[in-house]
């Protein structure tokens, strides 16, 4: 069941040096439950094709349905998960939790039974009263996800959620995220400049082309129903995905 969907969706700003318009006539649909990973040249939107979906920026042209409902502002039935973290140190993990439904006037007694839940059931149980310093750069990720999945949002939007921590601890982290959103039933679109991430994670991947980006193509990944990210990576197909996706993006780069 299709839970999102594009329709012709056009963006313009104003910027310094004049009119920009970041994408034209861009149309897709998500599934219920899908994980879709978009990537395209640096500057095509991407991240602003997110806030479109959010309702933090209203489109010049087309419209965002979310469960067939036109999107007119921001929605508890949509989470955004930023690069940064944005923890408050001076509040115990368990209160940074609770911080995003305090924000949103949503600190009901079945959202935060959620929340401790959900600490619980991905191993932060024991942190709820920690403060984010103490924490590893891949827990306090986990926290972040878990205060953005405490309202119960319907779809999630990863914007290069994972590009701050050290390599390492992404491979880790993502499959940890991955795990957690397939468990949790949520329907996620994930920007990222890095191929090999979007092919490990997605179940299709979204190639736009340079601005005014346009979608040039969207790739089903298939892995297998047991897939893992980090398993993915080994797979024999990983690298025929990757050398397709590339050879797409390279042939539009922008200066």
């Not at 500057?43 to 959010?54: E, F, H, Q, R």
């Not at 024991?126 to 996800?145: C, D, H, I, N, T």
Request: charged share 25%; aromatic share 8%.
């Amino acid at each position: 069941m299709e839970i999102l969907r594009a329709e012709n969706v056009s963006e313009k700003y104003q910027a310094e040096n004049g009119e920009i318009n970041a994408f034209e006539s861009v149309s897709f649909g998500v599934e219920k439950g899908e994980f879709l990973s978009i990537v395209g040249p640096s500057g095509c939107g991407k991240s602003t094709l997110l806030s479109v979906i959010a309702g933090l920026v209203k489109p010049t042209g087309g419209r965002v349905l979310v469960e067939g409902e036109v999107v007119t502002g921001t929605s508890p039935h949509v989470g955004y998960m930023l690069q940064r973290d944005n923890l408050l140190e001076w509040r115990t993990i368990l209160d940074n939790v609770l911080f995003g439904l305090e924000i949103q006037q949503a600190k009901t007694p079945e959202n935060v039974q959620r929340a401790v839940r959900l600490l619980e059931t991905y191993g932060l149980a024991e942190f709820v009263e920690k403060y984010p310093r103490q924490l590893s750069g891949g827990m306090r990720q986990r926290v972040a996800l878990i205060r953005t999945l405490a309202a119960g949002p319907d779809i999630l939007l990863l914007d290069e959620a994972f590009s701050a921590l050290d390599y390492q601890t992404r491979l880790t982290v993502t499959d940890d995220v991955y795990a957690i959103l397939k468990k949790e039933g949520v329907t996620t679109l994930m920007v990222t400049h890095d191929i090999p991430e979007s092919i490990s994670m997605g179940d299709r991947v979204m190639i736009l082309s340079a601005r005014p980006a346009r979608v040039q193509d969207i790739l089903p990944i298939d892995f297998g129903p047991q897939r893992t990210p980090l398993g993915c990576r080994s797979h024999p197909n990983f690298a025929k995905y990757f050398d397709y996706i590339w050879k797409e993006l390279s042939q539009n780069e922008t200066t």
